[in-house]
């Protein structure tokens, strides 16, 4: 074959080539120029068609080796460092990419492909500024370039202009007029308008023009998640994933309405595989936060929250949600600052203002804290949780009136709010109106962080139960549980035969307790029983008013042999016996004023003639060492395993002198003697304005007379209690 001939074969064989990609057949395009490049090696035209080719039919690989062979005969290709950076933007080489269309640019400032890859890398990158800049270029090039008036409208969009980028949707579906893109962007802008329905619309158009744009079906699901339909947006999502399974962002969308359905544990599967794919996209961090917060998994929340600030490190709600996990852990300075800083960047963040109003109250700063939910509800008027917030606080200032109003209107602006009806039933309670408030006690069940029981027979109504089967189950503290164990014996008494579901330490205890057929061990088998109770849910059940309370004391009994035992332990101790406590339960709602600073406490230990022994477990045991400055505490609390193992020391004490904790319902169940400081709002079963209790008639109340004054409790206390030794001494002596 002469040269001539050759050559017109090769062209031949390049024409055919171009021919097929024109013809939209990169697969029969690829054979004639691999025979050409064969013959032709250096040919970098038919190197780039086949780069073309391979990109076409998504083998990258292959195409970015054939971009990089021209490359290394042509530098400065455009159409091969356009392309090439069109691989290593769709692979994640985000900074190579951009390496290329700058190249591109130096070289040709108007290449309109260049200058479009690189503005929509720039915008998803965050650059706005210089992604505006490089697609008004086009604009100046291009004026009707559908793609790039789209991008600048998602650039408006991230700028806070919504109505442009709108006018700039509608421009590019004026060229185009079926265009999914602007269509399912400009539905994006009106659902972050809080308009999803009419989103929801747009989204539908964009899929009835292309039903594989899987971004719509995802934005349609987040429509749907706006308008409550949960079953529906998972569908979208579905449908998304079946499209694109890489899809991460429609992972997250999926685990966010599961999360909402409360099907935690699928939720924390997809949300998973969107961080597996993506593991450093904010949003799937922000929201796996959320639900580890919610699952009680506080540091695995935390630790999600500042990955998610890694990315984005000025994001306010995440700073928010960052506070709000330590503020679960009682880190409360740290949760100000965090809230602080939320609010630096979105001074109008209505739900930042109330966080920190919360985290102020923690704090004692009521005063504070009223400020903050008073900001929160200028900015948001029908902020119904601040509104309850606010509420608590006024609660906590013995504000009742007030706080009544409040959580009112709360329960107004969202009917099914738990914790205003929860919240307002205790105001009712606290007055002893129990026919008002046992009602909304009952909405505890569906507040957010509330135990669940894992019970599903049908709670006990009050129907007649003629014998059937009831298990009553114990649900928030010890000290709950103690003070309603006296309910089991009117239960058997109204027919039912009882068996009480209750944790180990209180097994022994709850032995001795009236109107117990049978006592099993929380997590342990037992029988299904008809029917099922918890404790708290009894004195609704039986309509108890103040003069119809169970007031029969004791109810429980420390078991002979230990008091026996104890006994033993304790001879040779002097004085007039009193048994402490300073610290109730950390993770209750009022401990921030129920619990009291050892080194106040410390100062009751300076009465003389006094024997004090330690009955505080767990949270504050480490503190005994403050109290030992002001006097001896014995401490046998490694020996207290149980609360038979307590009741039975408590029987040789002359006194239990204790803040609001189990160790005061102990005492009051067995009838012993004690004396219990309570804060200026207490808990509701204390009620107000008195210093006994009918829940307890052995129980003496030691108020706060002001928010936070304990300084005159310990006053007062130690008064009384130097003047009850003196009187123990006279009565040994006649």
Not at 7 to 30: F, T
Not at 61 to 68: G, N, T
Not at 142 to 164: F, I, T, Y
Not at 566 to 587: E, H, M, S, T, Y
Request: net charge negative.
């Amino acid at each position: 074959m002469t040269r001539i001939d050759q050559l017109s074969d090769a062209l031949g064989l390049a024409a055919l080539g171009e021919a097929r990609l024109h013809q939209g057949r990169p697969d029969l395009a690829i054979p004639p120029l691999r025979t050409l490049l064969e013959r032709f090696p250096e040919d970098t035209a038919a190197r780039f068609n086949l780069g073309l080719a391979y990109h076409q039919l998504n083998a990258m690989e292959q195409a970015a080796e054939c971009y990089l062979e021209v490359l290394k005969r042509k530098p400065e290709d455009p159409g091969s460092l356009t392309n090439l950076g069109a691989i290593h933007q769709q692979q994640g080489r985000m900074e190579e990419a951009m390496a290329c269309y700058r190249r591109v640019l130096q070289q040709k400032p108007d290449a309109i492909n260049a200058l479009c890859n690189l503005g929509a890398l720039l915008l998803e990158r965050g650059a706005l500024a210089e992604a505006g800049e490089r697609l008004r270029h086009v604009l100046t090039l291009l004026p009707d370039h559908p793609e790039v008036l789209c991008n600048l409208g998602h650039l408006l969009r991230k700028q806070g202009q919504p109505a442009e980028a709108i006018e700039h949707f509608k421009k590019a579906l004026t060229v185009r007029p079926d265009m999914p893109q602007a269509l399912s962007s400009w539905g994006v802008v009106l659902l972050e308008q809080g308009r999803p329905e009419e989103a929801s619309v747009l989204f539908r158009r964009a899929l009835t023009v292309n039903p594989n744009f899987y971004e719509a079906h995802s934005h349609l699901g987040n429509a749907c998640q706006e308008l409550g339909r949960f079953e529906e947006a998972i569908a979208c999502y579905q449908r998304a994933c079946a499209i694109q399974p890489r899809y991460h962002e429609a992972l997250a969308n999926m685990g966010v309405a599961l999360h909402k359905l409360g099907r935690l544990d699928e939720a924390f599967t997809f949300l998973s595989q969107s961080l597996e794919l993506s593991p450093n996209h904010s949003e799937s961090l922000i929201n796996m936060g959320v639900l580890l917060q919610k699952q009680g998994n506080i540091e695995g929340a935390i630790t999600c929250y500042r990955r998610a600030l890694h990315v984005r490190p000025d994001h306010p709600e995440t700073l928010s949600n960052l506070g709000n996990a330590c503020q679960d852990l009682k880190r409360l300075d740290e949760a100000v600052s965090l809230y602080e800083q939320a609010l630096h960047l979105k001074p109008d963040y209505a739900e930042a203002w109330s966080n920190l109003g919360n985290a102020r109250r923690l704090q004692g700063r009521l005063d504070l804290a009223m400020a903050c939910y008073h900001k929160a509800l200028a900015l948001k008027p029908d902020y119904f949780a601040a509104h309850s917030n606010l509420g608590v606080a006024l609660m906590e200032l013995g504000r009742f009136d007030e706080a009544l109003a409040s959580f009112q209107t709360a329960r107004r602006l969202q009917p099914d709010f738990a914790d205003a009806w929860f919240n307002e039933s205790l105001v009712w309670l606290l007055r002893g109106a129990f026919k008002e408030g046992w009602p909304g006690y009952e909405w505890r069940w569906r507040m957010a962080g509330f135990g669940r029981h894992a019970h599903d027979q049908p709670q006990w109504d009050g129907t007649p139960l003629a014998g059937q089967s009831i298990l009553l189950h114990c649900e928030q503290g010890f000290g709950d549980s103690i003070q309603f164990i006296r309910y089991a014996s009117l239960v058997q008494a109204a027919g039912g035969r009882v068996t009480v579901e209750m944790p180990r330490s209180l097994a022994r205890l709850f032995k001795t307790a009236q109107g117990i057929d049978q006592w099993v061990i929380q997590g342990e088998p037992m029988e299904r029983c008809r029917w099922q109770i918890p404790l708290q849910s009894l004195p609704h059940v039986f309509g108890t008013h103040l003069d119809s309370i169970p007031g029969s004391v004791p109810y429980l009994a420390a078991e002979p042999e230990l008091v026996t035992e104890w006994g033993r332990r304790l001879d040779g101790l002097d004085g007039f016996k009193v048994g402490i406590a300073w610290r109730g339960n950390p993770g209750h709602r009022n401990d921030h004023n129920r619990s009291m600073d050892p080194r106040l406490f410390a100062r009751m230990l300076e009465v003389s003639g006094c024997c004090f022994i330690n009955l505080q477990k767990g949270a504050g045991r480490d503190e005994l060492d403050l109290l030992a400055v002001h006097g001896p505490v014995h401490d046998f609390s490694d020996d207290l395993t149980d609360f038979a193992q307590t009741a039975a020391l408590m029987a040789h004490l002359d006194l239990v002198l204790a803040v609001d904790t189990s160790i005061v319902h102990l005492a009051g169940g067995l009838g012993f003697s004690a004396w219990v400081l309570l804060p200026f709002s207490p808990d509701w079963r204390w009620l107000l304005d008195r210093d006994d209790t009918p829940w307890y008639p052995g129980l003496r109340l030691w108020r706060q007379p002001a928010h936070g004054d304990w300084e005159t409790v310990v006053v007062r206390v130690a008064q009384r209690l130097s003047q009850r030794v003196i009187e123990k001494k006279m009565e040994a002596g006649g």
